[in-house]
């Protein structure tokens, strides 16, 4: 399980990482902007874009319980991930 402050301290990072979220039903997240998530004690909000925006405008949120989220990991390593 990941704690909100270890997600604070990722959206804080600067440079900004981009990662990828992990959560229990198998989805996943693409945080490329920390504006793309606001994170709560009990829940995260995260910014979806409109297919095929890059940037941190927004189509639809989801909201997710922290008890929920497993993972996080680098966008670069995950994109190696899914290759192999």
């Known amino acids: ?3 909100p402050d270890d997600l604070l301290a990722d959206i804080r990072r600067r440079p900004f990482e981009p990662f990828r979220l992990h959560v229990t ?3 996943t997240f693409d945080i490329k ?3 793309l998530l606001m ?3 009990r829940f995260v909000l995260i910014g979806v874009p409109r ?3 890059e940037g ?3 189509d639809r949120y989801e ?4 008890i929920h989220v497993v993972r996080v990991e680098p ?3 995950a994109a190696t991930n899914k290759a192999c």
């Open 75 to 77: 966008l670069e390593q």
């Open 25 to 27: 039903n198998g989805f």
């Open 51 to 53: 297919t095929g925006q």
């Open 33 to 35: 902007h920390p504006e």
């Open 56 to 58: 941190p405008i927004i």
């Open 1 to 3: 399980m990941v704690r």
């Open 39 to 41: 994170v709560g004690d």
């Open 63 to 66: 909201k997710v319980a922290m």
